[in-house]
C-alpha cells in the first residue's frame, strides 16, 4: 500500500474485555514498531520487529500486552483484559532495514477507549 | 533508563518570528531524528542527523546534532502558520533499533 494502515482507526472496549489491533506496514518494510501514546505525551516505544521475530519487547508494559507477526507483514497488537489506564493512541511504523536506521513512517493510529 | 527531554514544552510565537526547540538524552546517541506531528495526526519524519556536530537545513528549518551527541536542536526561521504542530526527537542507542521519543515541543504560531 501507499503508507502505513491501523485498523480500527477507533475501538471503545469494556474494562476486563480482549482487543487486537491491526496493523499494514508500507510493502517490503521489514522492521516493524508498535509505539503508544497518551495525551500530550510522546510516543512510547512499546516493541520492535524485524521480520517475523520481535527483536526487542522490552516496550510492553505487562504480560496482558502481546504482539505477532506470523508472515513477516501484517502484525497484530493483541491487550488481554483491558484496563482504563491502556486508554491511549497505538501507533505503528515501518521503516526499510538495510540503510542504517532508517527513517519511520507511521499509521494513523487506532484509538484505544477503555470504559 | 535513558530519558530524552525537550524544552520548551509549550511555544507561542508570532508569525514571522523564529523558533528553536532543544533535546536533551541522558545518554550518548548513534544518531537522532525528528518529527512533527500535527494536531490529531501522527508523526512525520523530518530528518536523521548521525555525525557530530552536523548540521542539516530544509528551507526554513535547521537541524544541529551536538558535539558530543547527547543534544540536538531544530531551528524554524520566519515561522509561518504551517508550522503548527508538536515537534519530536527521537534517539537511537547504538546497538540497539529502540528510538525513545523526546518529550515535544508544542508550537503555536500566532496570525
Known sequence: ?115 | GQQVMQIPQYQHVQEGEDFTTYCNSSTTLSNIQWYKQRPGGHPVFLIQLVKSGEVKKQKRLTFQFGEAKKNSSLHITATQTTDVGTYFCAGLNSGTYKYIFGTGTRLKVLA
Open chain 1, 1 to 115: 500500500g501507499a503508507g502505513v494502515s491501523q485498523t480500527p482507526s477507533n475501538k471503545v472496549t469494556e474494562k476486563g474485555k480482549y482487543v487486537e489491533l491491526r496493523c499494514d506496514p508500507i510493502s517490503g518494510h521489514t522492521a516493524l514498531y508498535w509505539y503508544r501514546q497518551s495525551l500530550g505525551q510522546g510516543p512510547e516505544f512499546l516493541i520492535y520487529f524485524q521480520g517475523t521475530g520481535a527483536a526487542d519487547d522490552s516496550g510492553l508494559p505487562n504480560d496482558r500486552f502481546f504482539a505477532v507477526r506470523p508472515e513477516g507483514s501484517v502484525s497484530t497488537l493483541k491487550i488481554q483484559r483491558t484496563e482504563r489506564g491502556d486508554s491511549a493512541v497505538y501507533l505503528c511504523a515501518s521503516s526499510l532495514m538495510g540503510t542504517g536506521a532508517p527513517e519511520a513512517f507511521f499509521g494513523q493510529g487506532t484509538r484505544l477507549t477503555v470504559v
